[in-house]
Nanobody, 124 residues
Framework: QVQLVESGGGLLQAGGSLRLSCAAS????????MGWFRQAPGKEREFVGAINWSGVTTSYASSVRGRFTISRDNAKSMVYLQMNSLKPEDTAVYFC?????????????????WGQGTQVTVSS
């Protein structure tokens, strides 16, 4: 049974940094892309960033590019989202997701497994 569990969310002031973690279990190989998505109250879930199976290739939404960094440690089955220079508009529930057999995808409908989400709140 595949399970993704996010952690690291919290409340902080604008300009601060936070690192989210996603622990994956039940996946039998590393052949999966990982993505981070977020959903703010009253808004659609949106793509934040993604990383391919090896960690060599990443992609980011324009709203976070240059501020957020995705990385992964396959030996530990972990994926991370380092968030710097946070803004109030980054406030949302953040989800990690796994896309099996995929190099990298920005499309949420290509992801097979999702975590329960972790809340990030940035005050001004």
């Amino acid at each position: 049974q595949v399970q993704l569990v996010e952690s690291g969310g919290g409340l902080l002031q604008a300009g601060g940094s936070l690192r989210l973690s996603c622990a994956a279990s039940g996946l039998t190989s590393f052949n999966y892309a990982m993505g981070w998505f977020r959903q703010a109250p009253g808004k659609e879930r949106e793509f934040v960033g993604a990383i391919n199976w090896s960690g060599v290739t990443t992609s980011y939404a324009s709203s976070v590019r240059g501020r957020f960094t995705i990385s992964r440690d396959n030996a530990k089955s972990m994926v991370y989202l380092q968030m710097n220079s946070l803004k109030p508009e980054d406030t949302a529930v953040y989800f990690c997701a796994a896309a099996l057999g995929s190099a990298l995808t920005l499309n949420q409908y290509h992801y097979d497994y999702w975590g329960q989400g972790t809340q990030v709140t940035v005050s001004s």
